[in-house]
C-alpha cells in the first residue's frame, strides 16, 4: 500500500476540527414549520486524509439524536467523498462533493429517503461554509419542480 500525501482538499477539512456547539432550525417535513435543536459535536482526524465528525443534540419531542459524518477527498476522482449516519435512520448517506473556487463552500451531493414516501428516494444537497472561526451547514432537497429548498441551517460555534 502506498502512501498518499494530503492535498490542499485534506487540509481543507481539518479547519473543521475541533469542539463545536450548535443549535439547529429543521423543518421535519415541506411546509412545516421550523423546530430547533440544540446539541454539540466534535470532530477529529483520522490521519491526514479524513476527518470524523460525531455529534448528539435534543429533539423537539424530548429525546437525543445522535450521528457520525465521515468526510475524505479522493484525488483520483477530484471529488470530496463521505458518508453520514444518525440514530433515528436506518438509510446511510453516502455523499460526494467539491469545494467552490474561493475554498470556503463546500457542496456534497447525496439521495436518501423521500419526505412525502420513505418507499421512494430523493437528491439532497449538504452545504458546509467556514466563514474565519464559524462554520455553518445547510441541507437541501430537490423538490420535484427541480429546485432545492432549504430545510435546515445549522450554524456552528466553537465552544
Not at 4 to 32: M, N, Q, V, Y
Not at 137 to 153: A, P, T, Y
Request: glycine share 12%; with cysteine; net charge negative.
Amino acid at each position: 500500500m502506498s502512501h498518499i500525501e494530503p492535498h490542499e482538499e485534506h487540509r481543507w477539512l481539518h479547519k473543521l476540527l475541533g469542539d463545536w456547539s450548535f443549535t439547529s432550525k429543521c423543518a421535519i417535513e415541506p411546509g412545516a414549520d421550523p423546530v430547533g435543536m440544540h446539541g454539540r459535536e466534535t470532530v477529529r482526524a483520522l490521519g491526514d486524509l479524513w476527518i470524523i465528525a460525531e455529534g448528539a443534540g435534543d429533539t423537539p419531542d424530548g429525546g437525543t439524536m445522535s450521528y457520525v459524518m465521515i468526510l475524505g477527498y479522493d484525488p483520483q476522482r477530484k471529488r470530496f467523498v463521505g458518508s453520514w449516519v444518525g440514530s433515528p435512520m436506518s438509510q446511510m448517506f453516502v455523499y460526494e462533493g467539491v469545494l467552490d473556487d474561493a475554498g470556503e463552500i463546500l457542496t456534497l451531493e447525496t439521495t436518501g429517503p423521500d419526505f412525502s414516501d420513505p418507499m421512494k428516494t430523493a437528491r439532497y444537497r449538504d452545504v458546509i461554509e467556514i466563514r474565519g472561526d464559524d462554520r455553518a451547514l445547510r441541507s437541501l432537497l430537490l423538490d420535484g419542480d427541480g429546485n432545492w429548498q432549504e430545510f435546515m441551517h445549522v450554524p456552528y460555534r466553537r465552544a
